[in-house]
Structure formats: structure tokens, C-alpha cells
């Protein structure tokens, strides 16, 4: 579903280059829920950019969907992530002058498509949003936002969707409402997911973990893990 080979990408700064990803090879199924762990600087947003055709490679090739990403025009690139890519940016990058529903569609939109009524809601309700919709981003609290931004990533099913510390700012049982939310992406609808996260806890919600360190997968590990079993047993 989502291939790297060799995957190198390199930063000139004035202390010198900076390999931000050092030649990595990585294989994520269809379906699957990733998490990429690491310390701040190993390089866990230059994969998910470089994995979502946000950033060019210096060496090495990136496929999504058995289509080969390196190399492609930037128009041919644009046309890739808008059908097949979600992503959900630490800053999440909602459109202040559009109300929640309005950026949450507004990828559709720009693709020429409409949403599946059913699925709109499932996402709208699935992330407590329905009675936010006509809100503005600025009349929404932080975790609001988030969740905004997750389901505009959702809202196209595409083939697979990046997040880049979705609870980052979200208090613990927001955090357990997104968890939730992306695992039952995985599970109920097929949906591939990649997250970066700091914490232990939320990337034993996924099916495998990443380690990064220095620009390398340094661990790769396959759950289920004690926070999914824990969850499970739950009442
Ligand atoms: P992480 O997300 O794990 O904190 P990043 O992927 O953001 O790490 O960064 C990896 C390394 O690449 C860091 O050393 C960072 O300083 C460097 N880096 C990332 N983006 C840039 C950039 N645009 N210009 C210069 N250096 C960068
Ligand atoms: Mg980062």
C-alpha cells in the first residue's frame, strides 16, 4: 500500500547537512494502523511527508497504491494527494474564514466530489462534531479543531490517511475519543493509517510501532499491545 526504498532526504542548514531520513525501506499493509515513535528531530515528519508526497526524496522511491510517487509532476502529484492521501498536519491548517462542515468538505469539493451522506455523518458524529458545523474555526476550542481536521481527512476514505501528532494538544479523553475514532477506521472500514505520537500509550493503540532514531527505523514492532488489550477488556 505504502512503499519506501531507500528513502533519503537531507536538510542544508548552517551547521551542514542534516539527514532528516537515512535511506529507509518500509512496506505498511492495506488496512493497517502504524505508529512512528521516535525523539523530537529522528525524523518522524519528513517520513510522513516524504510517505505523502508533501516533500521531494534526495534518493530512493515512494509508492502509495503501487503508484510511484518520485518523479511525478508537481500537477500529477497535487491530482495524488487530493484522491488518495489524507493528512492531518500538527498545525492542522483549517481555512479561518470557513465554518467546520465547509473545511470538512472542502477537499471534495476541490476534487469535484460529494460526500456520502452516510459516511458524512458517521465521521461528523463519530467525532462529536454535529453540533459545531457551522461553526468558525476561531469559535472552536483546540480538541474541536483537531477533530475538524481528522475529519476532513476522512471524509474522501482515502487510501490512506498520515496524521502527524493528532493529540497533540488534546486532553486524555479527547485523546482516547481520536484513538478510538482512527482505530475504528482500521477495523470497521479497511482504512490505512499512519500516525506519529509521543506517547507509548496512544501507538499501542496501533497494530505495529516505529521507532526512529536518526533518520532510521531503529525498532519495528508488532502489537497487539498492552493499551489495545487493556481497552479491550473494558466493560
Ligand atoms: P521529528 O518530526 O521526529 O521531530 P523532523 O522530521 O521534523 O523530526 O526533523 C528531522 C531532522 O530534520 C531534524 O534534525 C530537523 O531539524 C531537520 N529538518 C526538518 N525539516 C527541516 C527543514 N525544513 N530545514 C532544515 N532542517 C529540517
Ligand atoms: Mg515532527
Known amino acids: 500500500m505504502v512503499r519506501a526504498r531507500g528513502a533519503r532526504r537531507g536538510f542544508a542548514t548552517e551547521a551542514g547537512v542534516v539527514i532528516a531520513l537515512d535511506r529507509i525501506d518500509l512496506d505498511i499493509t492495506r488496512g493497517s494502523f502504524t505508529a512512528v515513535m521516535g525523539p523530537s528531530g529522528s525524523g518522524k515528519s519528513t517520513l510522513l511527508h516524504v510517505l505523502a508526497g508533501l516533500e521531494a526524496l534526495d534518493a530512493g522511491s515512494v509508492s502509495v497504491d503501487d503508484l510511484e510517487l518520485t518523479g511525478l509532476r508537481d500537477t500529477a502529484l497535487t491530482r495524488v494527494r487530493r484522491d488518495r492521501i489524507g493528512f492531518v498536519f500538527q498545525s492542522f491548517n483549517l481555512l479561518p474564514m470557513l465554518t467546520a462542515e465547509q473545511n470538512i468538505l ?66 486524555s479523553r479527547t485523546t482516547g475519543e481520536v484513538l478510538e475514532l482512527l482505530r475504528r477506521c482500521v477495523d470497521e472500514y479497511g482504512q490505512t493509517v499512519v500516525m506519529v505520537t509521543h506517547e507509548r500509550e496512544a501507538a499501542e493503540r496501533a497494530d505495529r510501532i516505529l521507532t526512529l532514531s536518526d533518520g532510521r527505523i531503529a525498532r519495528d514492532e508488532s502489537g497487539p499491545f498492552a493499551a489495545a488489550a487493556a481497552e479491550a477488556t473494558q466493560p
Do not use: K, M, Y
Request: proline content about 8%; glycine content about 10%.
Open 106 to 171: 472542502l477537499p471534495l469539493e476541490l476534487a469535484g466530489q460529494r460526500a456520502d451522506p452516510a459516511w458524512r455523518d458517521t465521521v461528523v458524529q463519530g467525532l462529536g462534531l454535529a453540533d459545531r458545523l457551522r461553526h468558525l474555526p476561531s469559535q472552536l476550542s483546540g480538541g474541536q479543531v483537531q477533530r475538524v481536521a481528522i475529519a476532513r481527512a476522512l471524509i474522501g476514505s482515502p487510501a490512506v490517511i498520515f496524521a502527524d501528532e493528532p493529540t497533540g494538544n488534546l486532553d
